[in-house]
């Protein structure tokens, strides 16, 4: 291989690196940020003002109540009570979060969503989960799904921005902690999102996309336009 060939490849590899490096979250500076509101003083990193360090205490590093069950009367019958920097200032700049996520027996489904931001670890505590998600698109145009039955002490991943999504399908409420790897991973309901956009998305978009009759799609907007 000639010189000019070598350096030729040392720059591309130089370049790629740079490029996988430029994509990721940067390194941390300091043993902790923690989020403020106050910004006199402070420093802004990861979108939140940062508490002088010198001003942290423990109680900046503790968050209780992931002990207490959500509300799972609802249309899905679940109820996701996170833990993301919003929730608890201390996890700023360190790129996690996490929630715990309750099921009604018979049926209580964390509908399908994703998180742009972050790769999921699902932990089942108490009872059966049948989970799941799905691929981008492959070559061949498929979409692959990888589904799952889950009891007590089962462990899942959901990569990053891909389609999920759990189910009970026990008679028995169900718990889980998530996992995931951003402090603020973001959440995009898919139904929601499509059918309940705000200002609504064409009527004729959406039937031809799905291939529905338009009077669906309207039905279908009016049950998740504004929903929580």
């Known amino acids: 291989?000639?010189?000019?060939?070598?350096?030729?490849?040392?720059?591309?590899?130089?370049?790629?690196?740079?490029?996988?490096?430029?994509?990721?979250?940067?390194?941390?500076?300091?043993?902790?940020?923690?989020?403020?509101?106050?910004?006199?003083?402070?420093?802004?990193v990861n979108g939140f003002?940062?508490?002088?360090p010198m001003e942290a205490k423990p109680e900046d590093f503790f968050f209780s109540g992931l002990d207490v069950?959500?509300?799972t009367v609802n249309k899905v019958g679940s109820n996701v009570t996170t833990v993301?920097?919003?929730?608890?200032?201390?996890?700023?700049?360190?790129?996690?979060s996490l929630a715990r996520i309750d099921y009604a027996p018979h049926g209580g489904l964390n509908?399908?969503?994703?998180?742009?931001?972050?790769?999921?670890?699902?932990?089942?505590?108490?009872?059966?989960?049948?989970?799941?998600?799905?691929?981008?698109?492959?070559?061949?145009?498929?979409?692959?799904?990888f589904p799952k039955v889950l009891n007590k002490g089962d462990?899942?991943?959901?990569p990053q921005g891909l389609i999920h999504f759990q189910f009970n399908i026990g008679k028995y409420p169900a718990v889980a902690l998530s996992s995931l790897s951003s402090q603020n991973p973001g959440v995009i309901t898919i139904a929601n999102a499509v059918f309940g956009a705000s200002p609504p998305i064409s009527v004729?978009?959406?039937s031809?996309?799905?291939?529905?009759?338009?009077?669906?799609?309207?039905l279908l907007q009016s049950k998740f336009h504004m929903s929580a």
Do not use: W
């Not at 030729?8 to 403020?36: G, K, R, S």
């Not at 920097?85 to 700049?93: D, I």
């Open 155 to 158: 462990v899942f991943i959901f």
């Open 111 to 145: 509908p399908p969503h994703t998180h742009p931001r972050a790769t999921e670890v699902l932990t089942v505590l108490e009872g059966t989960l049948y989970v799941g998600f799905v691929t981008s698109n492959l070559p061949n145009g498929e979409n692959r799904f």
């Open 204 to 206: 004729d978009v959406l």
């Open 69 to 71: 069950a959500g509300d």
């Open 84 to 96: 993301s920097v919003v929730e608890f200032p201390g996890l700023n700049t360190l790129g996690i």
């Open 49 to 52: 003002f940062c508490k002088n």
């Open 1 to 44: 291989m000639s010189l000019n060939s070598i350096l030729a490849y040392v720059v591309l590899l130089a370049a790629a690196f740079y490029a996988v490096v430029d994509a990721t979250d940067p390194n941390q500076l300091q043993d902790f940020c923690i989020a403020t509101n106050d910004p006199k003083g402070a420093l802004f």
């Open 208 to 218: 031809k996309a799905f291939q529905l009759d338009e009077k669906v799609v309207k």
